[in-house]
């Protein structure tokens, strides 16, 4: 179906008013996610409320509609984590569960990716029952690699081309190197290396004056990440990786991505953004944005000189690269909320640039997880909170550089640790009924006031319900659930 309303595409690159309008679908405006967050200040509720529940398999059906179980029959909910974070205790804690261990029967899992491995894994023998919930889905890897992340994007781009989709439109590109997506041009171009080492000497060929940035695919904060800017360089680390004192490197594949080397600086230095993603479902897509996410900024000054190359106090926004560097700053530790960057932007730039920001980087954010939603295990038992990392340029195009399964929960500030108190509070409201006991047989719906400050992303499931309520011609329902569907299927 043609839409009415027209969005800004994700690939209009740039601050100027020349975003390309793309006409796809029921579609609204950009600006609400700027606006909201603006009137939003962090609130931390240390109320003890107590929530009591039934047995995994035992029950009553009050929210899900499942079989009946003896009324009285109430048993605490049992919670199991193997993460020493108090983020998360305090908050399980304030709902009246109780900790258990991973050998008990338990309601609710905040597991390591390891742990969480060792459960779905086939030795393992485990089953979930319908009240049992987990936090990461089994083959997260598929979002949270850096490899498969660009191998994923890649085929869906393909995929949609193949299909004569208009989002897989291309143009021609700025610097005369043939060919862009016009609106799913969010990823800098990316090599796996060994693999496809011929194909990025080609690449490199081509802009030998270009910056690459070298990632290992299975490392986290900053860990193994160099810069380079001549072939040779990059020659000679492959000499020495597989000499005889590097054998685990040799082994480790790599992603070799452009570096974005015009990144958007405040007071002259580099920062990225991090961001939450909760999704819920991956068939169909259930997914929202937590409205406070933080900017994490360099404690150096920018500089491209090659003299700097090496100098990750320029180039990494990682707190935990900065945090060893003389000019960490433990008060705000190098953070900014994205309110913030929000008024900055529209102050020094004007408004509609940067509502066409944040539309852009909620469009990115949506079609990575299209990309990789038809290759996740989309397990009713799981949900997953992703920290997404953006790079916005100086032009104000956001791009993305890695999605992480297992974001910190560390808090470096009083501020941190009041967001992140607040992001598990209402993760948890989201993906649990409003009975507040897990159940996989819960229509996943949560109410506006469930969603806390989460914003809907997408639900393909409520789109498909709106689109047939207003083909039938009978869309006067005022229900939360049909306003959220409405407001999701801007993305379709
Ligand atoms: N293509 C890129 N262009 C510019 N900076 C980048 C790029 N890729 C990564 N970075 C910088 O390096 C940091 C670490 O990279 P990331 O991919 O997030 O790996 P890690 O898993 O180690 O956090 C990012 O937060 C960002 O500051
Ligand atoms: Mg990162």
């Avoid at 990716?113 to 919930?133: K, L, P």
């Avoid at 987990?134 to 085929?155: A, G, M, Q, T």
């Avoid at 193994?224 to 490197?249: D, M, T, V």
Wanted: glycine content about 10%; overall charge positive; some cysteine.
């Amino acid at each position: 179906m043609q839409g009415h309303v027209r969005i800004y595409s994700g690939g209009g690159g740039g601050g100027g008013g020349d975003a390309a309008l793309l006409y796809y679908g029921c579609a609204g405006p950009v600006g609400d996610w700027t606006q909201r967050i603006a009137s939003l200040q962090p609130t931390i509720d240390l109320s003890v409320a107590t929530m009591y529940g039934r047995l995994p398999g035992t029950g009553n059906g009050a929210a899900s509609g499942g079989a009946a179980g003896a009324l009285g029959d109430r048993v605490k909910i049992g919670f199991c984590t193997d993460l020493d974070k108090s983020v998360l205790v305090n908050n399980f804690e304030k709902r009246g569960w109780h900790q258990v261990n991973g050998d008990d029967d338990w309601h609710f899992y905040w597991a390591g990716v390891q742990t969480c491995r060792n459960i779905f894994s086939v030795d393992s023998g485990y089953r979930m029952h319908d009240t049992q919930m987990i936090n990461h889905f089994p083959n997260h890897y598929e979002l949270s690699r850096k490899d498969l992340l660009v191998k994923n994007i890649k085929r869906y781009r393909k995929d949609l081309e193949r299909d004569g989709n208009p989002l897989a439109e291309k143009t021609e590109s700025n610097n005369s190197s043939g060919t862009r997506y016009l609106y799913l041009d969010f990823v800098p171009t990316t090599f796996v290396l060994p693999a496809d080492y011929n194909m990025f000497v080609e690449e490199y060929r081509k802009f030998p004056l270009s910056t690459w940035i070298m990632k290992p695919c299975g490392k986290s904060q900053g860990a193994g990440i160099f810069l380079i800017n001549k072939l040779s360089k990059l020659k000679k680390w492959s000499r020495e990786a597989k000499g005889p004192f590097h054998p685990q490197i040799a082994k480790e594949s790599y992603v070799i991505s452009r570096y974005i080397d015009n990144p958007l600086l405040i007071g002259g230095k580099k920062f990225d953004l991090r961001l939450y993603v909760l999704v819920t479902s991956f068939r169909p897509l259930k997914a929202y944005l937590f409205k406070q996410g933080f900017c994490r900024f360099c404690t150096v000054k920018y500089d491209t000189s090659v003299t700097e190359l090496d100098n990750m106090y320029v180039h990494l926004t990682n707190v935990s690269v900065q945090k060893h560097g003389g000019e960490y700053n433990t008060l705000h530790g190098g953070k900014w909320s994205v309110q913030n960057l929000a008024l900055y932007l529209e102050g020094t730039r004007g408004k509609e640039v940067t509502d066409r920001l944040f539309g852009a980087i909620s469009w990115l954010i949506v079609h990575s997880l299209r990309a990789v939603a038809p290759v996740m295990a989309s397990d009713r038992h799981c949900f997953e909170c992703y920290g997404y990392d953006i790079i916005i340029d100086n032009a104000l195009k956001p791009w993305l550089v890695e999605v992480n399964a297992s974001p910190s929960l560390t808090s470096t500030t009083v501020n941190d640790r009041i967001l992140k108190y607040k992001l598990i509070d209402n993760i948890l409201s989201v993906v649990l009924p409003p009975d507040g006991i897990p159940d996989v047989r819960w229509s996943k719906i949560p109410s506006a006031d469930a969603l806390g400050n989460f914003e809907l992303l997408i639900d393909e499931e409520l789109a498909a319900q709106d689109e047939a309520q207003n083909s039938s011609n009978n869309n006067n329902s005022s229900s939360s659930h049909t306003k959220s569907g409405k407001f999701s299927s801007r993305w379709k």
